[in-house]
């Protein structure tokens, strides 16, 4: 075990060097640089602070300076926001974009665990066609249309919650619900799907025939084996929610990742750009050998073809 | 219906049952004095000798104060001030009572600190240009002179300030009131770091020292910013509020729907597809005053065929201006003839035409091209918005019609846009300019030659001049004199095309009072409070 996750952090490191280099020199192509603005700055200005961030600086020596500064961990200054570095900058809104996906998440599973077992005992029936046809627009419907609807009931027509913002704790139910229902709805499909696998098998007729409670068949019996398919999938879904909830933030006005790495495209911020990538990329990887390991523990059969 | 099913809609009755109307943030603000403002977007820093947003004004002139006040003839700092009959020479009188936050007097030293910090070289400041005003200011912040003492700024003692320019500058007390010119705190700046540092600690919450009617009690990137009434400002007793919070949200749709659901006492602006609604159903939210703030296209002069002005002239003449305002943006725009708009003191602009498709067509015939035929396929640039989107297709429709000639329209990302309209890369481009201060200057002098903001790259040796008379007189109506004659000669070459006046606009609550029009979309906090309706 020890032996595979070291190979999957191993794996982190071309990775990471991969997505650094294009991004690196892909965003110097951007037309425009993080000093230009509505208001020209002076020529001496602009020298003064290119001098200061070492944009004057041949790009290769600039490229082989952030990766020494990568190394001791120190993902540079934001150029757009002077007084603030990018390990700052992620300090501050990571935690607010881990909250937000994981909330969402809890939601997703609750929610689609739950429509998917209700859907898959009674297949073809009002009981099956009603959750997933919720779910099947759940998955239609994009976030910013749902979104904006949730605000126009509760918060601009009844007046329980606010439109925007992320002060309360009220004002997380309308984003996570927006957030998780596309999951919801997917994870529910998956489980109707292998929960309709698994319940026709021997050995779940044979725990009816122990005699056990329905609720024990289904969950400790059935639900062990119909996860599977679901925690392949919220590896790439719990990397995906927290980093591409971008559309989210924005619609409510949330100060998380995604927005921010939205703006610092915008701002040609190009070492918030640079620290934002590297900290997705690092997320999506972990989360990722963490599924693994996950299904390894789930599925001896996994854990001993590896 | 089995208890699988049951569960998540009694659940789902559970929190319904549990809410109700809630009672909104304006709703407590209005209770304890606190306003909540839309923002537009993050501030970059709070330093004003960085910055150079309208949303970093907004905080920043909480938390600082100048010389002088929104009204220049009102004072700030300076009680009063003497100046020479040369007008170069302002003495101003520091009230002694003004105080930093930590309790420290402001002094005569603290503003000459000031002025050598934004005008430090290496502190690149972008708005340095403003202090250029001040005699060798220039030479001092382009790194020619090294001597600070040269500068026209002396502390005559603690509580007189001396400052001598280089040229008479009439409307100097207005430029005051712009941020470049508003103090810092000498010993909080080189705690944190050289006089000439970029990017240090010192604006951060708990180390910010101001002398504005409120302090920095929290920053929160991208979620708010709040102040809160300083009880140390000279002049305490007149500010009701007790706190400002500001919020940077974006998106225009989004922060009207925040007003809507109560969490914001006035916004930074409103959705064009939304003005039509407040003015017939709640006009009393509305609010739309005069703002100096010019909105135009400009020409690239260099290229064939716009480097003949009879073609410059005819696309200028065949722009019904009146229908654009009254029925695409609609919010009390006014037609624009002039790039300078008007409720200048009592500068009157020259109008040198107006709308007259005849002529137009007239014109573009003896360049050589009649009914259009033969005109180059040009392109109109303008960045993602849906006014400059609405107002370019009307546009390039008009040219069509009333000349017979096409326009490709280019919609492009902000930054591209701003890089390709630096380096000329364009035909037409949508631009506009808003003041900084309430003179004539502020607009003119962009058409310097070789102004960092001259992007149309058009050059006059008989307007430079003018312009550098005007700097030079004393006397204030041959001064107004130039400037006409200057924007005369503007508006006889054409390389921009002036289009619209655009106001400031805003939704605002009942509650909220003493918020003034200004024509800078200035607004001090210190008179404004809140009344429950």
New interface residues.
Partial sequence: MIKFILKRLLELIPVLLISITIVFFMIRL????PF??????????????NE?YGLDKPILVQYGTYLGNLLKGDLG?SF?????SVNE?IA??FPVSLELGALAMLFALI?GL??G??AS?RPNTV?DHLPMGIAMTGICMPSFVLG?IL?LIF??G??????????TA?DRILPVITLGSAYAAYISRLTRGSMLEVLPADYIRTARAKGLSEGKVIFKHALKNALLPVVSFLGPATAGIITGSFVVE????I?GMG??FV?GA???DYTLILGLVVFFALLVVLFNAFVDILLGLLNPKLRMDS | ??K??L??ILLLLLLVTG????E??VGIGNREQILHLGNLS?P??L?PH?V?SVSAYNVISALLEGLVAEEADQSGVAERWDISADLRVYTFHLRPEAKWSNGDPVTADDFIFSYRRILS??????Y??MLHLLKNGKAY??GTLDDFDQVGAKALDDHTLELTLETPTPSFLSQLNHWSWFPVHPPTILKYGAIDE???????PGNFVGNGAFTLKSW?????IVVEKNPLYWDAKTVRLNEIHF?P???HT?EE??F????LHVTGTIPLQRIQYYKEKHPELLRLDPYLRSYYYLLNVNKPPLDDVRVRKALAMAIDREQIAKFVTRSGEQPAYTFTPPHIGSYEPPVRFTKNVEAARQLLSEAGFPNGENFPELTLLFHTSDLHTRIAEVIQQMWKEALGIHIELENV????Y???R?NRQYDIARAEWVADYVDPSSFLDVWLSGG??N?AGWSSVEYDALLQKAAQTTDPLQRLDYFQRAETILMDELPIIPLLFLPSKSLIQPSVKGWNPSILDHHPYKTIYLEEQ
């Avoid at chain 1, 230009?36 to 602070?49: D, G, H, P, V």
């Avoid at chain 1, 757009?80 to 603030?84: A, F, G, M, N």
């Fill in positions: 951007a037309p425009g640089g230009t603005e509505e208001k020209s700055f002076s020529a001496e200005a602009i020298a003064r602070l200061h200054p757009q926001y002077p007084s603030r900058i501050e809104t929610v739950l429509a077992i209700v005992l009981q904006p605000i918060g601009l009844l007046g329980w919650l606010n439109a925007s913002g992320w002060e009220s924005t619609i409510f006005n100060p927005r921010m703006l915008f701002n040609r | 219906m089995n699988h099913t569960f998540p809410c109700t109307r809630r909104t943030l993050e970059k820093d330093d960085i150079t070289p290496a502190l690149g400041s972008p340095a240009y912040n382009l970029i990017g240090t600690q010192w604006t951060q929160r990137q991208n979620r708010s919020y949200i974006g998106d989004i729907r925040s809507r659901a109560g969490q990302e902000w930054k591209v701003q890089s390709r630096k960092g903001n992007h």
